[in-house]
């Protein structure tokens, strides 16, 4: 069948086409006109091959908060003539809904998809002309071609959307084409947002565990982070690794963290009450710091137990930052105001240039795992993460390691200069009746002392790897594992 024949006719811009179902903004067709003209020309044509492609603006909603919705529909209007100029003429845009824009392909297959979705994405690193400025806004792309990905029209674009979900989970301005495993994703985080939402009406399967964190060298205790943890009556324990990300694509992610920074205060005015005023550190996501109800949601929960700002700390990863810069900026600066501090977490691990650690009120950068993991066996690890506490320090930031498991690796980050850490090698994830225990054995100058500026344990008589735990008492002993053992998620 020839293309012209496949394409019949009602494609937009035919002469008595209907406008029912087009978007006004744009004038292209909505989800429904497409999904219906793509499932008539399917049934008409089976052989014949098609793509789809999805795209997603990356910052949308930084341009929308920040400029307003004015100019976020201007920069919509830019977009499609952006695409349109890229796009061949037998290509059928349609805007799907927000800033989520759908392009079919005819005959074209999936090798053909990747190099269009590139060269879209390529486009796009131009800036747009938006009113009297200029905005920049990259776009992630996933596709499916028919009948090698999917063989119905539904299922095309279903499984393009699914291939979108994953470019964006990847990075920004990602590029992914439909894999199996990814309906395989999709299905497991159906059942794990049904089964949070039954956890969350609950209210007896979610606790937070909390890792104590020590200052360097003086090894002083100096606060907690909290870790939420699910235990479920039948699943058992479902570890973060799971939920988190099926609870980012259900929309769940923020009644989950308004519970966590709930519960977070809760645990901490008790702390407070016990005799034990320890800072919180409490992980937000991207969605939680783009709301203009952070703020407010803090103050009140901090009032409720009487806890002063300084009581806790946020920590946000580099991508929630990076998501919407000028918004999570602005928010940032009236938490600093407020009196609450913040951290970037997993520091490192993000895509984005260390240039925005200039304009944010920041009080610490969290060393991630994974270069602490190589401390002992990688030069260019040892020499990264010196770059890392000087850059920081340069910058008036403290540097906390995370996962720290041996006491070679204390001992090098020490060497380094860095300002604290946690892991097992002190103490794993403590619920709060253990947090107790522990803070009950624990002797403030006993623990965690460290010779001189050399950065050298002190021994205990006993082996490397269990060099100052002694002193921490019974709980922290108990939670010790050497490197190497299964460790997991846990190692907070």
């Not at 005015?269 to 919180?280: C, K, N």
């Amino acid at each position: 069948m020839k293309l012209r024949q496949w394409l019949g006719t009602g494609r937009p811009g035919d002469d008595g086409a209907s406008r029912v179902g087009f978007d006004p903004l744009t004038g292209l067709p909505g989800r429904v006109w497409l999904q219906d003209w793509l499932d008539r020309r399917l049934r008409s044509a089976p052989a014949f091959p098609v793509a789809a492609l999805l795209l997603d603006l990356d910052n949308f909603r930084a341009i929308n908060d920040c400029d307003g919705y004015e100019q976020g529909d201007c920069l919509l209007l830019r977009v499609v003539e952006r695409l349109r100029a890229g796009l061949p003429e037998e290509a059928v845009l349609a805007r799907m809904g927000g800033d989520e824009f759908c392009v079919l392909l005819p005959g074209v297959d999936a090798e053909g998809a990747r190099m269009r979705a590139l060269q879209l994405r390529e486009a796009f690193m131009e800036p747009f002309r938006v009113g009297p400025g200029l905005r920049y806004s990259s776009c992630s792309i996933g596709f499916a071609a028919y009948p090698a990905d999917a063989n119905t029209a539904a299922s095309l674009v279903c499984r393009a959307d699914m291939a979108l979900y994953r470019a964006k989970a990847q990075r920004r301005g990602g590029v992914c084409r439909f894999r199996p495993e990814l309906a395989q994703r999709a299905e497991d985080h159906l059942e794990m947002q049904s089964l949070l939402r039954e956890a969350l009406r609950a209210g007896d399967q979610l606790t937070l565990h909390f890792q104590p964190q020590f200052h360097l060298p003086g090894g002083h205790l100096q606060g907690v982070e909290a870790l939420l943890r699910w235990t479920h009556p039948q699943h058992g324990d479902i570890p973060p690794s799971r939920f988190v990300p099926a609870a980012e694509a259900g929309g769940l992610i923020g009644e989950l963290g308004d519970w966590v920074l709930s519960e977070a205060c809760r645990c901490a005015g008790m702390l407070h009450d016990a005799g034990w005023p320890l800072r919180v550190a409490i992980n937000l996501s991207a969605l939680q710091l783009c709301s203009t109800e952070l703020v407010e949601r803090v103050r009140i929960e901090l009032s409720k137990y009487a806890l002063p700002p300084e009581s806790i700390e946020i920590e946000l990863t580099e991508s929630a930052v990076v998501e919407s810069p000028e918004l999570a900026a602005a928010v940032m600066r009236e938490l600093a105001d407020f009196g609450v501090r913040t951290t970037i977490d997993d520091f490192g691990t993000g895509f984005s240039s260390l240039s925005y650690l200039c304009g944010l009120p920041v009080s610490a950068i969290k060393v991630d795992r994974s270069f602490v993991r190589q401390l002992e066996v990688s030069e260019k690890a040892r020499k990264l993460v010196q770059g890392l506490v000087r850059l920081a320090h340069s910058l008036d930031l403290a540097v906390i390691a995370e996962g720290v498991e041996t006491a070679r690796q204390l001992s090098l980050l020490c060497g380094y200069g860095c300002d604290g850490f946690q892991g097992w090698l002190a103490s794993k994830a403590l619920s709060v009746a253990d947090l107790c225990e522990f803070l009950s054995d624990y002797r403030p100058g006993t623990a965690w002392g460290l010779a001189g500026c050399r950065g050298e344990l002190l021994a205990c008589g006993k082996s490397s790897d269990c060099c100052a735990l002694p002193l921490l008492g019974s709980v922290a002993m108990a939670s010790f594992r050497p490197a190497g053992g299964a460790c997991g998620y846990q190692t907070g």
